[in-house]
T-cell receptor, first 114, second 110 residues
Framework: GAGVSQSPRYKVAKRGQDVALRCDPI?????LFWYQQALGQGPEFLTY????????KSGLPSDRFFAERPEGSVSTLKIQRTQQEDSAVYLC????????????FGQGTRLTVV | GNSVTQMEGPVTLSEEAFLTINCTYT??????LFWYVQYPGEGLQLLLK?????DKGSNKGFEATYRKETTSFHLEKGSVQVSDSAVYFC?????????FGTGTRLQVFP
């Protein structure tokens, strides 16, 4: 596609509910990133894929967070048993993966846990 | 470790004023440096970048120069417009992922 697409744009979840956030990267982009952006803060790195391989998951805050990219294209970020502190905007980005090149971001999914 | 430090906002200016938003970084090796902008209700957009020392990135009247000796990448614009009101993020890639600063909100009034 023309840009990175994320869905849903907004999600309200009751505490304890599981959620799944989807990211469609730019076609042909090798690298895919997930970030978490709390209100008034900069994006914080969660995890990174190169094709289908998850190369870095050091930013995932707990084992309730899980990400996958099974065919090296679309990715899903899953949060189990959501807590109020999970409320944030979740950003997905993709890049061509060639060197230290810029990443292109989707509009994000705003998750509110009530 | 790798990190980015930005000046705290908000920065409030009148239209046509000169803008500087300071950014300094800590990194191992030779990172690439970026400024991203987030307009109200929109996603992060790349504003400009520089990949090596003394490179100057520029776009839409904004400029930033990669200064290795001072580990800085300050954002400047000679004459801001109301439409420049947004949050600006300085970022670096030391290896394979972007690391962001906390962002600086710019408010420009007519």
């Amino acid at each position: 596609g023309a840009g990175v697409s994320q869905s849903p744009r907004y999600k309200v979840a009751k505490r304890g509910q599981d959620v799944a956030l989807r990211c469609d990267p730019i076609s042909g982009h090798v690298s895919l990133f997930w970030y978490q952006q709390a209100l008034g803060q900069g994006p914080e790195f969660l995890t990174y894929f190169q094709n289908e391989a998850q190369l870095d998951k050091s930013g995932l805050p707990s084992d309730r967070f899980f990400a996958e990219r099974p065919e090296g294209s679309v990715s899903t970020l899953k949060i189990q048993r959501t807590q109020q502190e999970d409320s944030a905007v979740y950003l997905c980005a993709s890049s061509s993966g060639q060197g230290k090149t810029e990443a292109f971001f989707g509009q994000g999914t705003r998750l509110t846990v009530v | 470790g790798n990190s980015v430090t930005q000046m705290e906002g908000p920065v409030t200016l009148s239209e046509e004023a000169f803008l500087t938003i300071n950014c300094t970084y800590t990194a191992t090796g030779y990172p690439s440096l970026f400024w991203y902008v987030q307009y109200p209700g929109e996603g992060l957009q790349l504003l400009l970048k520089a990949t090596k020392a003394d490179d100057k990135g520029s776009n839409k009247g904004f400029e930033a120069t990669y200064r290795k000796e001072t580990t800085s990448f300050h954002l400047e614009k000679g004459s801001v417009q109301v439409s420049d009101s947004a949050v600006y993020f300085c970022a670096l890639i030391p290896d394979d992922k972007l690391i962001f600063g906390t962002g600086t909100r710019l408010q420009v009034f007519p």
